[in-house]
């Protein structure tokens, strides 16, 4: 089966140091990969690269077994379609309000007349939780779960096929995180479309994964199944999972 | 060994690559705006942002700059009898130089510095690349519908400055220097001509698209924060300033020649 998203040898240098050294990963169709690591360790430049916010110095991205590494701009803005991604701060515009920010690819990528996209950022909003009184304030009145579950009505509202988070708890208390991590669970097995996630949040991970990569010096060091994450048999999943100091992999202070 | 010219070989570099990456941004912005889809909303929102909101300040600076160049004037004209050439001089000095100059500048401060903000804001706070991941081109969302509006509402802007400027030296010419008014009003219309207003119209056009470009590149590119957001406003300002009194130079010589 062809998988929904394919790294394949993905490099990538920044201000001189090799972020990423050839990442290999695949997702498929209803499955929900959570990439975990430390901090600099190129997670979130290996999101990018997937998303095509950043080109890689090597390597390929397929979407549907298609490469778009190297796609023009405008073919590429038709792949853009497939995805969905909430980010860390949720990103929402400031200068719109909430339902203008979850329906914003209706109203200016998709066409969608206002009032039917209102209707469907209502409809969202009540499907991640988020009361429709909210639809009217700017993203600034909202606290940060609220602002996360904004984020991640915007990210699903045009059903993509490929649903991307970049650390969804960060910041949240552990009800709301949980909470955070039960949508987004509930969201990819309603829309039925592959996840990547990555997260410090080993809670997080384990609730919302099926299988855990782990990132280590711009390499994938480990695969596998959530539910084999403590027995992994690799010293720096082993240290990471237990969160020690000590280990091979050295803490940047 | 330090290789005294090593420094000077890099900045020079630095400063070639700069002019580049900023032709290629300003190249971008040009195709966004000319090539659709244009968001007419957000062209309206900025055009409003931009020039409407601009009147004050280009009205208050435009009347005390006609005023005091009228006094200015007199005191000079007065060395060798030529006191009744300051309508002449008042109306020529705002509408070929200080009109467009003067709004060009007011308008580095207010909106450039505005546009860098505003934007390196959204791209710190990753609303860029949501906006990208929503298959949204920012350039045609916030770049294009800014320079737009700077480059049509300058040249409007400058016209009502020159008309507030000219006023500004007719009140001190005749409460102040003790000029007939209907007089002074004749002179300064005969006087004119539609060149000089069509040469400060081309500058404020020129002035509004560096003034909106400067301030969403130096946005688009900002990282680092806080921080990178407070440089990028300076250096849109400074950039702005920089760039506007050497095109203004430039358009100048062109027109005389």
């Known amino acids: ?253 | 060994m330090i290789n005294p010219f090593a420094p000077i070989g890099r900045a020079t570099i630095a400063f070639c690559s700069e002019i580049g990456r900023f032709s290629a941004f300003t190249g971008r912005a040009a195709a966004a705006i000319v090539s659709p889809p244009l968001f007419i909303g957000q062209f309206l929102r900025q055009c409003l942002a931009i020039g409407y909101y601009s009147l004050p300040v280009i009205g208050i600076t435009a009347v005390f700059i006609g005023a005091a160049l009228a006094l200015n004037i007199y005191v000079g004209g007065a060395r060798f009898n030529a006191e009744q050439f300051v309508p002449n001089i008042v109306v020529l000095g705002i509408t070929r130089e200080l009109g467009p100059v003067l709004a060009g500048l007011m308008l580095a401060g207010r909106v450039s510095a505005g546009i860098a903000a505003e934007i390196g804001t959204m791209r710190v706070t990753e609303q860029i690349d949501a906006m990208t991941t929503l298959s949204t081109d920012p350039f045609r969302f916030l770049i294009a519908p800014r320079v737009l509006a700077a480059t049509l509402t300058l040249p409007i802007l400058v016209l009502v400055a020159d008309i507030i400027g000219v006023m500004g030296g007719y009140l001190v010419a005749v409460n102040s220097l003790g000029f007939n008014g209907a007089a002074y009003l004749r002179n300064t219309f005969e006087f004119v001509e539609a060149q000089d207003v069509i040469l400060g119209l081309v500058k404020a056009g020129v002035f509004g698209f560096i003034i909106a470009s400067m301030g969403a590149y130096q946005g688009y590119h900002s990282s680092g924060g806080a921080l990178g957001v407070g440089r990028a406003t300076t250096n849109a300002v400074v950039g702005s300033i920089v760039l506007i009194l050497a095109v203004n130079y430039l358009i100048t010589a062109f027109f005389v020649e």
């Open chain 1, 1 to 253: 089966m062809t998988a929904k998203l394919q790294l394949i040898g993905i490099k990538k240098m920044l201000r001189g140091r090799q972020v990423l050294n050839g990442v290999d990963l695949d997702v498929h169709e209803r499955r929900s990969l959570v990439i975990i690591g430390g901090s600099g360790q190129g997670k979130s430049v290996t999101l990018k690269c997937a998303l095509g916010l950043m080109k890689p110095d090597a390597g390929q991205v397929l979407v549907d077994g298609a490469d778009v590494t190297r796609m023009p701009e405008e073919i590429r803005a038709r792949v853009m379609r497939k995805f969905g991604m909430l980010f860390q701060g949720a990103a929402l515009f400031d200068s719109l309000t909430v339902w203008e920010n979850i329906a914003f690819r209706l109203i200016y990528a998709d066409n969608v007349a206002r009032t039917e996209a209102r209707e469907r950022a209502i409809e969202t909003m009540r499907k991640v939780r988020l009361s429709p009184d909210f639809a009217d304030v700017r993203p600034i009145e909202l606290s940060g779960g609220m602002q996360k579950r904004a984020g991640l009505a915007r990210a699903i509202i045009a059903k993509p096929d490929i649903l991307f988070f970049d650390e969804p708890t960060t910041g949240l208390d552990p009800i709301t995180a949980d909470a955070i991590n039960d949508l987004i669970v509930e969201m990819t097995k309603e829309l039925g479309c592959a996840a990547v996630s990555i997260t410090h949040d080993m809670a997080s991970a384990r609730k919302i994964a099926d299988e855990i990569a782990m990132l280590h010096d711009g390499k994938i060091v480990w695969r596998g199944p959530t539910a084999s994450l403590d027995t992994s048999g690799n010293a720096m999943v082993e240290q990471f999972v237990a969160g020690r100091a000590d280990g091979p992999i050295q803490a940047v202070v």
